[in-house]
Structure formats: C-alpha cells, structure tokens
C-alpha cells in the first residue's frame, strides 16, 4: 500500500478528479481519501500546514496503517533554485529541518538510493521532466527573493516547504521507505505576499489579514497570479503522482 501524505486539499484537488472507485478515509483522527488501483490501494492524508502537524499526523498514519510499503510526501514547494519554475517537478534527495532563527539545516533525513531512482526512473518513463535535490523544511514562509537566496546559500537546497522533514523523519523511524515529490507554485523571484497573515501552522490569522490588506491594498492584485500559479503546480502534481501510482510500490 502507498501512503501519500499533502498539507490542503487544492494541492490534490486536479489528481482526485482523475481517480477512479474514490471513497472517503475513514479513520479517527485523520481526513483524506482512498483509491484502489490495478497496482494496489493508495490512501492520501491531508496533514495541514507546518511541521508540527507534519510529524503528528504521519505519525498517527503510520500507526493506523501498518501494511503502507512506502510513504510519498508531495504538495507545493517555493523554489529555491533560479532554474525552476511554476509547475516544475521536484524530487529530493534528502529532506532537511531549518533552524528557527535561520535557514541553517540542523536536521537532515536522506532518501534511501532505491527509492529515489524509482520515482526517477518513474517520471522518465511517462515522459516528465523534473529536478532533484534537497528540499528544506522551514518553520515559516520565505517571502521573497533575498530570504530564498540566503536559504539556498545556507542549506545547498533547490525548494523549500513546510512539512517535508517531519513527514520524512516519521516514515524513517518506523523503517518505511519514503519519497518526496513536490511542485514549484514560486520562482526564486516571486515575493509571496501576506506572509506575516498565517500562524507558524500556516493558520490564517483574522486580525493579522485585515492589517495586511489596509496596508497593502494591491496585494488583491496579485490573486490571479497566484490562482495560475497552483494550477500549474497541482496539474504537475497530478501528472508526477498518478505516474507513481501507476508504476506501484518499488
């Protein structure tokens, strides 16, 4: 069985509209979906935003689920690297923890060689492009071109997110072999607007929101650019994952 783990539902909204026998989860404590595919079942589990509910989740998941052979973790990422693009597949090699003061990885969990040639094996033979290396997990949003800059000097990785490290870091504690195939929604250029909105659990906060906007009223501006920007993120995201749940477990 595979286990695929995303923070919100928008990231998988495009690859649910393609599977086939979808029935609810049915687990206490835990909110996603279930498919059944000529390879096997493929259950996905929506985690919610930050490590911290990263990590309890999968926990909780890998528990209820003793017989998932391997764990994907996917969603969106920002990109780090000035190569990559909206809509851009990445694969990481290792998943690494940022310090809370800065983007220095003090914990790094690797993809296993097998693994990892899989889901590039993979994507290669359904015609999909993609990039590999590290991906760092930040307690916060990077939100703009300086801040991702410093990042990527301090860590060596290609994109950041939020949740990839305590996803991986589960999986490897319980001797599951993991992967992480993610998208880029930002460019290294992109400034991603209204950062300070959201709590350290990607929560929006009310009062912060308001602020936000009477301060910045041509934030509204930039929505649709943000609206194209998931979209080709999530029909990426459809495009690696259902190539993965075709081939199987490795």
């Not at 595979?2 to 687990?27: D, P």
């Not at 993979?122 to 410093?150: C, D, F, M, Q, Y």
């Not at 930002?186 to 959201?198: V, W």
């Amino acid at each position: 069985m595979i286990l695929i783990f995303y923070a919100f539902s928008r990231e998988v909204a495009a690859l649910k509209r393609r599977l086939n026998h979808r029935t609810e989860l049915n687990l206490d404590g835990l909110s996603g979906f279930r498919t059944q595919t000529d390879r096997g079942e493929v259950v996905f589990i929506a985690t919610g935003i930050g490590m911290k509910r990263g990590k309890a989740i999968a926990r909780l998941a890998l528990a209820a689920l003793p017989e998932t052979s391997l764990v994907i973790g996917t969603g969106v990422v920002g990109a780090l690297s000035g190569g990559l693009r909206p809509g851009d597949i990445v694969i990481a090699d290792r998943a690494m923890r940022a310090r809370a003061d800065d983007a220095h990885p003090e914990h790094v969990v690797a993809v296993d060689a097998a693994t990892l040639d899989y889901c590039e094996r993979t994507l290669h033979a359904a015609g999909l492009a993609s990039s590999t290396g590290a991906i760092l997990s930040s307690p916060r949003v990077l939100p703009n071109a300086a801040e991702k800059r410093a990042a990527k000097q301090l860590s060596g990785a290609i994109a950041v997110d939020m949740e990839s490290v305590a996803i991986a870091s589960e999986a490897a504690a319980g001797g599951v072999p993991f992967a992480i195939v993610r998208t880029v929604i930002d460019s290294l250029e992109d400034e991603i607007f209204g950062a300070e909105m959201a709590d350290e659990e990607g929560r929006v906060k009310p009062l912060a929101a308001a602020n936000y906007l009477v301060r910045n009223p041509g934030a509204l501006l930039k929505i649709p650019w943000m609206i194209r920007n998931l979209a080709l993120a999530t029909r990426s995201l459809a495009d690696a994952i259902e190539a993965l749940i075709k081939a199987g477990p490795p």
